[in-house]
């Protein structure tokens, strides 16, 4: 215990040292933002027990549960990576996420809200399903390459083209890059989370699972009951009028507003 006490002495810590244990603690700090209310968390809470006890082995000198717990650290961090990698991937987009925007004229992009307010409303007074993924700052290509490239000019008809019930493209999602159709049809992941309302679909989940690996904004329009729902970083906002629908992509999309964080939205 004294030899253990000894090897403390040299926390002293220095004007670099408090610098350093700023640093780390802001990255501790946005990583646990990014990892809150995942499996990711539970896996952290894990690991953090098995330090403890190991560090309670180490200060007690139980030598055998330290080789356990040693042998087991080092193993279970491989395995953390094959079970957790949606999380990792998520969270390492997040991280890689740039503030900085390309400047896109204010006309163009209000045009855009436009069709895509138009295009989902229109939707809704028809009772037909249809789910938008509409790109930001993370690229959606991976996604679009699993539906029929469009290339297309984004409007109101087209889109109610594409999610015609006797479209073959109607259970998939359009991909929609700046004005542009880019892909219809495209299969979406699936969230992993338990979604609380049972009213909602497929596409609701895979709205929000979309939403958790990306920054996209995903607009849904629900084929029993005619609502139009928003996802964005994982939460869901459903029910949404048209001028909500307008405000939320007016907030979110580059150069139509700005690229400020959310209102608050409950998660499902």
Same mark, same amino acid.
């Given at each position: 215990? *004294?030899?253990?006490?000894?090897? $403390? +002495?040299?926390?002293?810590?220095?004007? *670099?040292?408090?610098?350093?244990?700023?640093?780390?603690?802001?990255?501790?700090?946005?990583?646990?933002?990014?990892?809150? +209310?995942?499996?990711?968390?539970?896996?952290?809470?894990?690991?953090?027990?098995?330090? @403890?006890?190991? $560090?309670?082995?180490?200060?007690?000198?139980?030598?055998?549960?330290?080789?356990?717990?040693?042998?087991?650290?080092?193993?279970?961090? !491989?395995? /953390?990576?094959? &079970?957790?990698?949606?999380?990792?991937?998520?969270?390492?987009?997040?991280?890689?996420?740039?503030?900085?925007? *390309?400047? !896109? @004229?204010? *006309?163009?992009?209000?045009? !855009? &809200?436009?069709?895509?307010?138009?295009?989902?409303?229109?939707?809704?007074?028809? @009772?037909?399903?249809?789910?938008?993924?509409? +790109?930001?700052?993370?690229?959606?290509?991976?996604?679009?390459?699993?539906?029929?490239?469009?290339?297309? &000019?984004?409007?109101?008809? $087209?889109?109610?083209?594409?999610?015609?019930?006797?479209?073959?493209?109607?259970?998939?999602? #359009?991909?929609?890059?700046?004005?542009?159709?880019?892909?219809? @049809?495209?299969?979406?992941?699936?969230?992993?989370?338990?979604? =609380?309302?049972? =009213?909602?679909?497929?596409?609701?989940? /895979?709205?929000?699972?979309?939403?958790?690996?990306?920054?996209?904004?995903? #607009?849904?329009?629900?084929?029993?009951?005619?609502? !139009? =729902?928003?996802?964005?970083?994982?939460?869901?906002?459903?029910? #949404? =009028?048209?001028?909500?629908?307008?405000?939320?992509?007016?907030?979110? $999309?580059?150069?139509?507003?700005?690229?400020?964080?959310?209102?608050?939205?409950?998660?499902?």
């Amino acid at each position: 215990m *004294n030899g253990f006490l000894q090897q $403390l +002495q040299f926390l002293r810590p220095g004007l *670099n040292d408090l610098v350093e244990i700023v640093i780390v603690f802001l990255l501790v700090y946005r990583i646990l933002l990014l990892i809150r +209310q995942t499996r990711a968390m539970q896996m952290l809470l894990g690991v953090l027990l098995l330090a @403890g006890l190991y $560090l309670l082995a180490v200060i007690l000198d139980f030598s055998l549960i330290r080789r356990i717990l040693e042998a087991l650290l080092q193993y279970g961090a !491989i395995a /953390a990576l094959v &079970v957790f990698q949606p999380e990792m991937r998520a969270a390492l987009a997040r991280l890689g996420q740039s503030r900085l925007v *390309n400047v !896109i @004229g204010s *006309n163009r992009q209000e045009r !855009i &809200v436009d069709r895509l307010v138009e295009g989902a409303e229109q939707l809704a007074r028809a @009772g037909v399903g249809a789910i938008l993924a509409v +790109q930001r700052e993370t690229g959606l290509r991976e996604y679009a390459r699993t539906g029929k490239s469009v290339e297309a &000019v984004l409007s109101p008809e $087209l889109l109610g083209t594409i999610f015609a019930h006797n479209s073959p493209l109607h259970d998939g999602a #359009v991909v929609i890059v700046g004005d542009t159709i880019q892909a219809a @049809g495209a299969i979406l992941p699936l969230t992993q989370h338990t979604v =609380s309302d049972r =009213s909602l679909g497929t596409r609701h989940r /895979a709205a929000l699972g979309l939403s958790e690996e990306t920054d996209a904004i995903v #607009v849904v329009v629900s084929e029993e009951t005619s609502r !139009i =729902s928003v996802a964005y970083r994982g939460t869901l906002e459903t029910g #949404v =009028s048209g001028d909500r629908l307008r405000e939320r992509l007016e907030l979110l $999309l580059p150069g139509a507003g700005g690229l400020g964080p959310p209102t608050p939205i409950d998660p499902v």
